[in-house]
């Protein structure tokens, strides 16, 4: 579905992200991710970075529903310390949203997509490899 | 002679497609230890069980024709359980993997984790480059298994309430499940029937669990040499498994210290109690029911009787080995 020109960005954004939101719970229920909380500051720097490149309302929920868990996946995984007793939860929901990431990709027939997101995230991995 | 040989299944193909997955990422020549991390993993061997598991899913189908797709996938699965191994290890702080180092002993848990997520990265990468969505739903569904039963024994820890229901609905998320997707989606890629795949998914469950029981006696009989690994780690790290599970009341009574958690003379009197005791004996009966299920599903399966064979060798595998 494109935006309509007569319809303003403002509602769209809103729409937008509420359709991300509840995808997003949706898959997290799925995950079995307990007690979480969705970090709309992280939908909004991805809406941010996808909004220029397209206009398509179907394709930029999906899009940011799958960066979404790439980056929490990304993110509990290089927040794991050395000797940490938080280490397993973080390594375990990493992979879980690693999981939901290729799940989502699955379903919303985006493969196409993930293999360019995917190859993004090793470079990410092979960073934060030789950073830390 | 190693499973891979018992099943007749081409070892040295199956090593070459894992390693080319590596050796051919042009990102990893971004960092020589990372790579040399994931080489020296995947040669410092292993069982293989899931390729085998997948390959001989394939003999249930057209694997002939199909058999580098087949070959390229039980890579693929291997490299997926190998990520997963180097994340285990760093959730159960483990030191030692296959008689080597672990991955976090060398490098850190920092670089291990990362190093564990990139292998599965990579996998899916190439991963995605296979057409059939129903491997990728698949095997996406027994990694989310994976994922769950590892949440359940990290928040199950030390947790002695377990009982066997609760034991066996872990292992069946931890490991039974992806073992079911390599069988069936072996018998995907090879374009076997349907009913004979959704038997083999099944038959795999049975198979899975109860290669998971014999894990779980493994660590409390085997000697830490041949394990790999330091004996009663299991207990000793507070995961409460079956052997444990039917020696609780004898445990109970001699070592209720043990029943803390955080007694670590009375959880190591435990681990020899559990030994001696007939909870192994018990153990071993309770395998051996999933795996009679799992023979009578397969006898089921019209014909490939080569491909039959070989399934009914890696059963008797999983009660045999010793590591």
Do not use: W
């Not at chain 2, 189908?61 to 580098?68: E, R």
């Not at chain 2, 483990?94 to 976090?104: L, Q, T």
């Not at chain 2, 399966?301 to 009914?312: E, M, R, V």
Request: with cysteine; hydrophobic share 40%.
């Amino acid at each position: 579905m494109t935006v309509p020109a007569f319809i303003s960005k403002g509602i769209m954004e809103n729409l937008i992200k509420e359709n991300v939101e509840n995808i997003i719970n949706e898959y997290i229920k799925h995950g079995r991710i307990r007690n979480y909380k969705i970090k709309k500051k992280l939908i909004d720097s991805i809406f941010k970075e996808l909004n220029a490149a397209e206009t398509d309302i179907d394709i930029m929920v999906r899009r940011i529903v799958i960066n979404y868990f790439l980056n929490e996946a990304y993110f509990n995984h290089c927040a794991v310390e050395e000797e940490n007793k938080n280490n397993a939860h973080l390594v375990i929901y990493g992979d879980i949203f690693g999981v939901l990431y290729h799940k989502a990709v699955i379903d919303f027939d985006e493969i196409e997509y993930g293999k360019k997101l995917i190859g993004e995230l090793k470079r990410l991995y092979i960073d934060a490899f030789i950073n830390k | 002679m190693d499973l891979l040989e018992k099943l007749s299944i081409e070892k040295d193909k199956i090593e070459k497609h894992l390693e080319e997955l590596f050796l051919c990422d042009k990102e990893l020549e971004g960092s020589i230890e990372l790579k040399d991390l994931i080489i020296e993993l995947i040669r410092s061997g292993g069982k293989r069980l899931r390729p085998a598991l997948l390959i001989t899913g394939a003999g249930f189908g057209n694997f002939d024709c199909k058999k580098n797709d087949v070959y390229r996938a039980a890579a693929m699965v291997e490299a997926i359980h190998l990520s997963s191994l180097v994340h285990d290890d760093v959730i159960d702080n483990s030191k030692k993997r296959r008689n080597s180092r672990s991955v976090n002993a060398k490098a850190g848990d920092k670089k291990a984790v990362l190093a564990g997520s990139y292998i599965f990265c990579r996998t899916v990468e190439v991963f995605s480059k296979e057409n059939n969505i129903q491997e990728h739903k698949t095997i996406n569904d027994g990694l989310m298994a994976m994922c769950h039963g590892e949440l359940q024994q990290v928040d199950e820890k030390y947790d002695f309430d377990i009982d066997v229901k609760k034991y066996l609905k872990k292992s069946v998320a931890k490991t039974a499940k992806l073992i079911s997707a390599c069988l069936f989606s072996g018998a995907a890629i090879a374009k076997a029937d349907e009913k004979t795949a959704q038997i083999l998914a099944k038959a795999g469950l049975e198979i899975g669990t109860a290669f998971q029981i014999v894990d779980d006696i493994l660590d409390f009989t085997k000697d830490s040499d041949i394990l790999g690994k330091p004996s009663g780690n299991d207990l000793i790290n507070g995961n409460i498994t079956l052997p444990v599970i039917y020696a609780k009341a004898e445990i109970k009574k001699r070592f209720p210290g043990a029943l803390q958690g955080n007694d670590k003379e009375a959880l190591k009197n435990a681990v020899s109690l559990i030994k001696q005791s007939d909870s192994i004996d018990r153990c071993y009966a309770l395998c051996d029911k999933f795996l009679v299920k799992a023979k009578k599903r397969i006898e089921k399966i019209n014909g490939f009787s080569d491909a039959k064979t070989k399934l009914y060798k890696i059963i008797e595998y999983v009660t045999m080995r010793e590591y």
